[in-house]
């Protein structure tokens, strides 16, 4: 806490140029990131954070003025950027107090979560439930689990609309605002370039070993290999303005085709999480008809999604990373 209370201090008298891109992100409209390789690592820090700041601020903007299913989306990322920047920084930095910030973007990030999961349940995966049950001559009463299912997402959404007016959300803006403009001392005065590179290695060996694990097709272990992928993507797009060629491109192409697969297989489980809710909350009688059928679509065909995820993931392996010095 006396971290938090000094780096707001600092920030009070900071001439930090990013202040107009503050500015500027309480409008709604943050200026595209810009790193270098000749960057200190403390200034390319604070201009993450002022990036991530930007996404969060404009995406909230757009929740206060009512519901939008991608400004939520787009906010939960800015949040878990936050979360994989401050980890990967605090870390190379020694900042052990960045953990607290981290828990507060987490903490924001799951009071999200049921709209967006309800969201992706009615929107995405819900039509293709229908769409099957329609192609093998199907017949039966999912009305009432769809009724269910939107009564719980206007709830969820009406904790979405608290969050975003609340003060402990406000105060985590300000936080972050604070350490993305302060005078203190962060780094050791290295170089952003040589620091990205060891946080990509760190993150790519992570993946390796929850890779290891997952190839059991484990629910959990996939999920963490999942996470691992998520993290190691997003350090890539933040750190590819400071690396050159294709193989950025490969790997990024390579990442998201995983995430994707991975993605799916998480909704998969959520869709067991989201049923178990509206069975536990609604009339299970009525709409167990409709549970039923959900939960065997998208059964029958986990294996073959999990399959299909952990060769894209064997074929991301052969890429040489491209972090690594050239001869």
Same mark, same amino acid.
């Given at each position: 806490?006396?971290?938090?209370?000094?780096?707001?201090?600092?920030?009070?008298?900071?001439? /930090?140029?990013?202040?107009?891109?503050?500015? /500027?992100?309480?409008?709604?409209?943050?200026?595209? !990131?810009?790193? /270098?390789?000749? &960057?200190?690592?403390?200034?390319?820090?604070?201009?993450? !954070?002022?990036?991530?700041? #930007?996404?969060?601020?404009?995406?909230?903007?757009?929740?206060?003025?009512?519901?939008?299913?991608?400004?939520?989306?787009?906010?939960?990322?800015?949040?878990?950027?936050? $979360? +994989?920047?401050?980890?990967?920084?605090?870390?190379?930095?020694?900042?052990?107090?960045?953990?607290?910030?981290?828990?507060?973007?987490?903490?924001?990030?799951?009071?999200?979560?049921?709209?967006?999961?309800?969201?992706?349940?009615?929107?995405?995966?819900?039509?293709?439930?229908?769409?099957?049950?329609?192609?093998? #001559?199907?017949?039966?009463?999912?009305?009432?689990?769809?009724?269910?299912?939107?009564?719980?997402?206007?709830?969820?959404?009406?904790?979405?609309?608290?969050?975003? +007016?609340? $003060?402990?959300?406000?105060?985590?803006?300000?936080?972050?605002?604070?350490?993305?403009?302060?005078?203190?001392?962060? #780094?050791?005065?290295?170089?952003?370039?040589?620091?990205?590179?060891? &946080?990509?290695?760190?993150?790519?060996?992570? +993946?390796?070993?929850?890779?290891?694990?997952?190839?059991?097709?484990?629910?959990?272990?996939?999920?963490?290999?999942?996470?691992?992928?998520?993290?190691?993507?997003? !350090?890539?797009?933040?750190?590819?303005?400071?690396?050159?060629?294709?193989?950025?491109?490969?790997?990024?192409?390579? !990442?998201?085709? &995983?995430?994707?697969?991975?993605?799916?297989?998480?909704?998969?489980?959520?869709?067991?999480?989201?049923?178990?809710?509206? &069975?536990?909350?609604?009339?299970?009688?009525?709409?167990?008809?409709? +549970?039923?059928?959900?939960? #065997?679509?998208?059964?029958?065909?986990?294996?073959?999604?999990?399959?299909?995820?952990?060769?894209?993931?064997?074929?991301?392996?052969?890429?040489?990373?491209?972090?690594?010095?050239?001869?």
């Amino acid at each position: 806490m006396d971290d938090l209370i000094a780096l707001r201090v600092s920030s009070a008298r900071s001439t /930090n140029p990013d202040q107009r891109l503050l500015r /500027n992100a309480a409008r709604g409209k943050p200026r595209r !990131l810009r790193l /270098n390789r000749q &960057m200190q690592a403390d200034q390319a820090f604070r201009a993450i !954070l002022a990036d991530c700041l #930007g996404a969060a601020s404009a995406q909230a903007g757009i929740l206060r003025a009512g519901r939008s299913v991608e400004a939520l989306h787009h906010l939960r990322v800015a949040l878990r950027r936050l $979360e +994989v920047m401050l980890a990967a920084f605090g870390k190379a930095f020694g900042q052990d107090w960045f953990a607290d910030l981290r828990g507060r973007a987490k903490a924001i990030s799951a009071r999200l979560g049921p709209a967006r999961d309800l969201d992706v349940f009615l929107e995405d995966l819900w039509p293709d439930v229908t769409r099957s049950l329609a192609a093998s #001559g199907g017949t039966g009463d999912f009305v009432p689990l769809r009724r269910a299912a939107e009564d719980a997402c206007a709830i969820a959404w009406q904790a979405v609309g608290e969050t975003i +007016v609340s $003060e402990d959300f406000a105060h985590f803006l300000d936080d972050i605002a604070a350490l993305s403009q302060s005078r203190l001392p962060l #780094g050791r005065g290295e170089k952003i370039r040589p620091l990205a590179r060891q &946080m990509l290695k760190l993150a790519a060996q992570r +993946v390796e070993r929850r890779g290891r694990k997952a190839k059991n097709r484990d629910e959990a272990d996939l999920h963490r290999l999942r996470i691992a992928l998520k993290k190691l993507r997003y !350090l890539t797009q933040m750190f590819a303005p400071l690396q050159a060629g294709k193989r950025v491109k490969s790997h990024l192409k390579s !990442l998201k085709r &995983m995430q994707e697969e991975l993605g799916h297989l998480n909704d998969i489980s959520h869709v067991r999480t989201t049923i178990a809710g509206l &069975m536990r909350d609604g009339d299970a009688a009525a709409i167990g008809y409709g +549970v039923g059928l959900v939960l #065997g679509h998208y059964g029958a065909g986990r294996d073959r999604a999990a399959k299909q995820a952990l060769k894209s993931y064997r074929n991301f392996r052969k890429l040489t990373p491209f972090w690594k010095k050239r001869g």
